[in-house]
């Protein structure tokens, strides 16, 4: 029996993709020693880094004033290193609270600078961008574009305002176009879209780095420092970047981010559409704060959600559970979730409905 996974992280690893590392890891193309055992100074590295780099740059057309970063520690350790890096004692930072993984983004920030959440959420719906009180005196305005856990997202960007834009990305990285050129700086763990933990790809506008909070920032995690030199102050983490490396090569091979992103409109709006015409599974975001990526939904009890989730796996379709915080069901969507799995979801959900509804 073929098995899927609806996890909201890792996303799914292309078949081709894993027979690609499986050799790269065997052996790094015909020169004798596996992609493990280069060193991270050499040549051979120095490629891989450059083609997850350029592929990057031109997947998302990333402009020449921003840099591109791949460092260790996942979108949390961003959740310090930004305040961190963008800002100093006595200035302030701007959060939107949308959901879960804002909260959390706050509540790293608050222990470093003055935080002031400027817009918060309410159950279901995200705020709207004429609701953000943003300060014109900011180090950064911080957003999440996705919230993984609660099943929301901004359909759009916010335009204007004078502190740069910092964009959580992690939850819908890769699954849409980013106006890069209108951000200060945007990061996502490599895990949701591209596929192996430990990596953050951080994005940044090379000016906001001179301002940081100048010493005390350890140097793998200085931006400025990383940038000079190119991600690799120390060893980064080499296998995720080889992963991402050859992720970003098949999303370039398979159509780039238009084909990802109507993939990504069209897949959730067939679920949507049986969840919202069912009279049975429920979904309580509203229609324009509905996440693409994760798609949470109810059942009237637990008990029929748990039989959901169980008879579910027994088919192959796994990991589809709520977030522990949030429970329900969540069926996450990425760029690499195979067509087969979408349709084999939407199948299941009709007969358990037809036989519990
Ligand atoms: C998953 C997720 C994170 C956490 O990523 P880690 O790599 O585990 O630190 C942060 N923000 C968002 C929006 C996420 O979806």
């Known amino acids: 029996m073929k098995r899927f996974s609806f996890a909201a992280g890792p996303c799914p690893i292309p078949p081709e993709v ?8 065997r052996e790094w193309k015909g020169c004798g ?3 493990l055992e280069l060193p991270f100074t050499g040549d051979e590295f120095a490629e891989i880094l450059e083609s997850a780099e350029s592929d990057l740059r031109s997947l998302i057309e990333i402009p020449r004033s921003h840099k591109i970063l791949f460092l260790q520690g996942g979108a949390t350790a961003q959740f310090a290193l930004v305040p961190m890096n963008l800002a100093r004692v006595g200035w302030h930072c701007d959060y939107v609270e949308s959901g879960y993984w804002s909260r959390r983004a706050i509540e790293e920030a608050a222990s470093w600078w003055d935080v002031r959440v400027i817009a918060s959420g309410a159950a279901g719906r995200v705020p709207n961008f004429d ?32 502190a740069p834009l910092v964009v959580d990305m992690t939850g819908d990285f890769l699954t849409r176009p980013i106006p890069v050129e209108q951000l200060g700086l945007v990061y996502a763990s490599a895990l949701k879209s591209l596929g192996a933990s430990g990596l953050t790809i951080v994005i940044v506008r090379a000016d906001l780095l001179v301002r ?18 190119r991600s690799k102050v120390n060893t980064p983490p080499m296998l995720a ?60 009890d637990p008990e029929l959600e748990e039989s959901f989730a169980h008879e579910a796996e027994a088919l192959g379709l796994l990991h589809l559970r709520g977030h522990k915080r949030v429970g329900g069901l969540r069926a996450s969507f990425y ?16 007969n358990f409905m037809r036989r519990n509804g």
Request: charged share 25%; net charge negative; with cysteine.
């Open 18 to 25: 894993k027979k690609q590392v499986a050799e790269d890891v």
């Open 212 to 229: 940081g909070s100048s010493g005390g920032i350890p140097a793998p995690f200085d931006l400025a420092r990383q940038t000079a030199a």
């Open 241 to 300: 970047i080889l992963v991402a490396a050859r992720m970003l090569r098949w999303l370039v091979e398979g159509g780039g981010i238009s084909t990802a992103f109507l993939r990504s409109q069209e897949r959730s709006a067939n679920l949507y559409s049986i969840i919202d015409g069912s009279g049975f599974y429920r979904c309580d975001a509203a229609p324009d704060a509905r996440s693409r990526v994760n798609v949470c939904f109810r059942l009237p």
């Open 33 to 35: 020693v596996s992609a």
């Open 335 to 350: 760029n690499s979730t195979a067509d087969e799995a979408v349709d084999g979801l939407l199948e299941f959900m009709t």
């Open 131 to 162: 609701e953000w009180r943003r300060n014109s005196d900011a180090a950064y305005c911080h957003f999440t574009s996705n919230e993984s856990a609660d099943g929301l997202q901004f359909h759009e960007f916010p335009q204007g305002g004078k």
